[in-house]
Every structure is written in structure tokens, then in C-alpha cells.
């Protein structure tokens, strides 16, 4: 039944891409990309997915030179293409990146802030500093990749700057602004057991994974023989060291509150992710029996 109805409104929607100009383009079809790649992510079907992402950003370079201003128009659909661009970049391998990845991400930091999107209201809260950094991350990635010199303005784009922004950021004062921010959007005048468990506490635990496994996805993009020599050296070992010990620290604190129905724990999945690949490096085959456990 599922498969039915999803050939279905696969059918719909290519009859919908069929009647698509760059004179009247449909914000709707972004949505409809963009709900097809959560049921395929969801699905764990990656051929699917990965598809629907590249025609869903070919038919926004369709738009790109329109009138159509793509984060507004399309709001939160065109979000999550952008997340799950920025996220699957993050996992793809050197050799698969390419000067589109620099472009594609120089314009997303671009746009970021006109997405008037929550990130602690979306699919992953993830902290827009965090995006950021992810961005940054992919787009040196893709520049040594690809030994291109391209000047990217208004980016950092050096892995020393890039780690200085994000350890300037804090968990703390970012939980507090999201949590504020919820009771703006949603008011609860009666006793919400849930919001006692996803309380300060686990919203700055949530924020420290994104920022500890961010930390290290940006070390582990730097080649090995700049961490472990020259006068910078110590301070990657030392930013390694924080990141892993408090990006698992998080993941325990996240699970612990799970028992009392805690709900932060299932937007971690990348952050574990990190933390894994780290255990694995670091043969910490304690840690590596909790998260398989």
C-alpha cells in the first residue's frame, strides 16, 4: 500500500516538474521533492534519496536567476534540502566533492539567514552555528580537493579560523534562546512533563553534541601530517581531546533522559555517528559497546 501510494504521487509530481518554467515557477514542488526525501531517508533508501536531492537542485538552478526568492518562497521544504545537502556532503568522500560543492555551499551561507526557519524547530535542531560551520567545513574540504584558489568572500574558509568559531559558540546561551523561543511559539499554561525532561539542561546537551562532533569532522578534514606536526599541533590534540570527551559526555546525558521520556536523544544521530568514528580510531571499545549495546 505504502509503494502504491508512493509511485502515485511520484507520478503527480513529475507531472507537476513536466509544467515547470523558469517564467512561473512553483514553490509547491520543492515541498513535494522535499517530503519524498524525508520518507526516503526514513526508508534508509539512499539511491532513492540521493536522487530525489540532485533533481531537486537542478530544478533550483532551474530558479536560481528568477524572480523566485527560494528560501522564503519555498520556506521550511526548501530547508530541508538545504540540511540534507550540507549533512550528506559532511559523509561523502574527498573524491566526490567538486567546485559545485564550493557553490552550492557559498550559497547556502548565504542564505542562511534569510530561511526564517528555527533550527530548533525543524526536523534537527540543529544551532545555526553549527550549520555554519558545517558549511565551512565542506567548502574547505571541497577547495583542497579540488586545489582550487577560488576566493570565497565573507567565508572562513582555514581550518584554524573555522575551529575559533566554532568553539565560540556556546551550548548554554543557545539552549536558553531556544528554550525562550519555544514558550513565545508555544505557550503551556498547564504542566508539561515533557518539557521538564527537555529541560536547560538537555537543550545544552544537544547543542554540545552538534558542537563536539562538528569539532571533529572539521579535524578529521584536516590532512594528518598538519595535526600532528608543526607549531598548531597542540592545540588540534587538545581540541580532539575536548571534542570526543564532551560530545560523548552529551550522548550519555541525551540517553539518560531518554528513560524519563526525554525526546533530544533522536536528533543525534549524525553526532553519534561522529562519536563512533572517533571510538573506532581510538580503539575505545568501551564507549563502542554503549553505542552498539
Known sequence: MLHHHQASAAHSMQGQIEKVTAAEPDPRIIGNLALFLSV????????????????????IDFW????????????????????ADIYSTTTSPSKHLSPSTVS??????????RLQIFSFDSFTPVPKEMIITAISVNIHRAR???????ICEGIETSASGILEYARAFSPAIWAVEAMAALAETNPSPTPNPLRDVNNLDSWTALAQSFQSATVLYLIW??????????????????????????????????????????SHYKFILWSMLMAGLEA??????????????
Request: aromatic letters at 10%; glycine letters at 8%; proline letters at 3%.
Open 104 to 113: 552550492y555551499h557559498s550559497t547556502y551561507l548565504d542564505e542562511i539567514d
Open 144 to 150: 583542497a580537493t579540488n586545489d582550487t584558489l577560488e
Open 221 to 262: 578534514s584536516i590532512p594528518p601530517d598538519e595535526r600532528v606536526g608543526g607549531t598548531e599541533a597542540g592545540t588540534w590534540a587538545a581540541a580532539r581531546s575536548w571534542a570526543y570527551a564532551t560530545l560523548t559526555t552529551a550522548i550519555h546525558d541525551l540517553f539518560e533522559r531518554r528513560q524519563k521520556k526525554g
Open 280 to 293: 573506532i580510531v581510538l580503539s575505545d571499545h568501551a564507549e563502542l559497546g554503549t553505542h552498539t549495546g
Open 40 to 59: 526516503n531517508i526514513m526508508e534508509s533508501a539512499y539511491g532513492r534519496w540521493h536522487a530525489h536531492l540532485q533533481g531537486a537542485k537542478a530544478l
Open 64 to 83: 536560481r536567476h528568477t524572480d523566485l526568492d527560494l528560501p522564503r518562497s519555498c520556506g521550511f521544504g526548501y530547508f530541508n534540502l538545504v540540511m
